[in-house]
């Protein structure tokens, strides 16, 4: 009795249960079939493929009464009229590859079941070797009898070459997507604008629509015509004058082999005389079967060209696309589509207009001062048509002196594509608050002037060896980064970690890392000739090696009682203090005090804290048999002494941390920008992308 009180709790879960299969087709169908307009684009798209040339189109009480559509093509044969309104049936694919070049308006063979789904779908076909015509019903996707007391097969009847494809009543059996659609007038308006943009893109096929029982359509038009004359037609003369042709092609491949992902672009867009209310958008692909889908990155491109110029947007665009480089297999209704390489496509077309536009505008604008301005230029005029002044005509400069001579086009940057390039911008820190208002430093914004390094004069065979290896493994690409970056700020002192800015790149870098081998660059490059740094008063060099033995863990390993180890190393040193002082510029008196230290960069001064771990390093670390790993393996200490502390913070106060910083933002990167070459292996884990900020665009636009 417990188990079964327990069952039916209301915090047990709800038991899973496997869908009817009528249920999964109708949720399918609605993925497809929105409204009338959409079940007429399927249709449209199936008598396109069947290479009609007449299309007619009858509508009643906005097609959610009927829906008829009429063409001339290939018909259906006999034999595939039992499968026909099945799911997933199809003659334009047989195989996921076929996807990547597909070259007809449908292939997931959905749209016929989606409809017999939703409405009652009657199909009269006549292909041109059969005598006669075919009909068929179909309800939920199989055939059913036309009349009561009949068989389901397709029965034979009268008719004409093509298929003549009836939809009643649709959304009968789901009331409540019945009850959202619009007045029947607004789902007839919508009807018109797919037939409209449709006929345009084929003016080589006569397209005729109309209401049921009206003697004249209200739309119709020619099969001898070009797109200009459908615009024309279609959409009216004042439009059809004002527009202009943009022929856009991809970059061709350097090595003149056929790039499988090339593409061309044919647009119609309006000069900036034309304004309307509402932007015009019309994207067809594919260059044999034109597909009208949507690109919202496109859209909002061409908008950003045009904001310059009318506020308000502006008419049609129309343009092709090569099947290869479009990802068809997003949306079940393909209205919505993927370019390859699509902010390459994006830029490529936005630019062509933007110039087609800016050219035309200055080709039509009198000589004057306000030529330079050509944005201003433009709004001006619009200002004059809104007090109610007509348009400049075309002939408008029949009395001037001549054509004016264009300006330079400056193309507009999209913003996921505007760089900050000013050093003075703000940086991370200064976007924070400052609880201590003695922290407020207004210098440290300043620019410090970092003085020339000339590379010393080397006879030793080693040192030119170690030279050309750097060389040998430089990153050019990183190292470009690196010399053109902006700072952003740094993220975390104790593991030295800053950000900086690269074109529209944000890179999270190891600044100790990159540092200790700028350093030893900088050592590499003056070795022999650097500058002495002095320290007064002078410290003993045994107790510097003894304060960082006395701290060092793992010293017992050695065997030598710490004492020992600091004998050992102090009189390495100084048995080799004449070789230090010549090519290191490190000078240790006979005392053992030292006297001097080399200086790698007159404006910055290493961390003195961590000098003993310094010293004391220099005596295992240090490989004093052989020249070539004498004087890299010292270099390498030098540069490790240099570079900022990571992973330990050793000063002492927030006053010396905001002076590190200082250094490490206004002397250690600036240095980075002048003297730094890059080599490869930064690239394993102390330089990392983070952000780019056209990727950062597409993730704001999904959101």
Known sequence: MSQEKSASSPQSPLPIH???????????????????????KELLENCLDARATSIKITVKDGGMKLLQ??????????????????????????????LSRITTYGFRGEALASISHVARLSVVTKTRSEAHAWKACYLDGVLVP???????????????????????????????????????????????????????????????????????????????????????????????????????????SKDGIDDPERWSAEAYCTNANFQAKKMVFLLFINRAFTVLVESSPLRRAIESVYSGFLPKGTFPFVIEMDPRSVDVNVHPTKREVLFLNEEAIVERISDAIQQNVVGQSQSRVPSSPAVSTNSASLKGKKKAREDGNESESEDSNENDDGPTKSAPL??????????????????????????????????????????????????????????????????????????????????????????????????????????????????LMQFGNYRRLRLDPHPPLRTLVELAVNIESGTE??????SEIVDRIARTLVDRREMLSEYFALDISESGDVLTLPHLLKEYTPDLNKLPTFLMRLGPQVDWKSERECFESFMRELAYFYSPASGVWSGDGAGQEKSAAWQTEHILFHALRRFFIAPRSLLDNDVVQVANLPDLYRVFERC
Not at 87 to 96: A, D, Q
Not at 475 to 488: A, G, K, P, S
Not at 557 to 562: D, I
């Open 18 to 40: 496997r869908l009817h299969q009528s249920l999964i087709n109708r949720i399918a169908a609605g993925e497809i079939i929105h409204r009338p307009a959409s079940a007429l």
């Open 557 to 562: 390993r050695s065997g030598l009682q710490k």
């Open 146 to 252: 036309s009349k009561p007391g009949q068989t389901p097969d397709p029965k034979p009847c009268a008719g004409v070459d093509g298929t003549i494809i009836t939809i009643e009543d649709m959304f009968y059996n789901t009331p409540i997507r019945l009850s959202a659609l619009r007045s029947p007038s607004e789902e007839y308006a919508r009807v018109l604008d797919v037939v409209t943009k449709y006929a345009v893109h084929n003016p080589a096929i006569s397209f005729l629509c109309k209401k049921a029982g009206s003697p004249s359509p209200e739309i119709s038009t020619s099969p001898a015509s070009d797109i200009l004359q459908a615009i024309r037609s279609l959409y009216g003369h004042a439009i059809a004058k004002e527009l202009l042709r943009v022929d856009v092609t991809s970059e061709q």
């Open 410 to 523: 400056v193309q507009k940057t999209l913003s996921q594509h505007k760089v900050r390039t000013s050093l003075q911008d703000r940086t991370l820190e200064s976007m924070l608050p400052v609880n201590d208002p003695s922290r407020s430093d207004d210098s440290s914004g300043r620019a410090v002037r970092l003085r020339d390094i000339k590379e010393s004069q080397c006879s030793l065979t080693s040192i030119a060896e170690l030279r050309q290896s750097v060389v040998k493994n430089v990153h050019h690409d990183l190292t470009e980064i690196i010399r053109n970056h902006v700072f952003v700020g740094i993220v975390d002192n104790i593991r030295c970690l800053s950000l900086i800015q690269h074109s529209t790149k944000l890179y999270l870098i190891n600044h100790a890392t990159v540092a200790e081998e700028m350093f030893y660059q900088l050592a």
């Open 69 to 98: 559509i009429q063409d001339n093509g290939c018909g259906i044969r006999r034999s595939d009229l039992p499968i026909l309104a099945e799911r997933f049936t199809t003659s334009k694919i047989s195989s996921f590859s076929d």
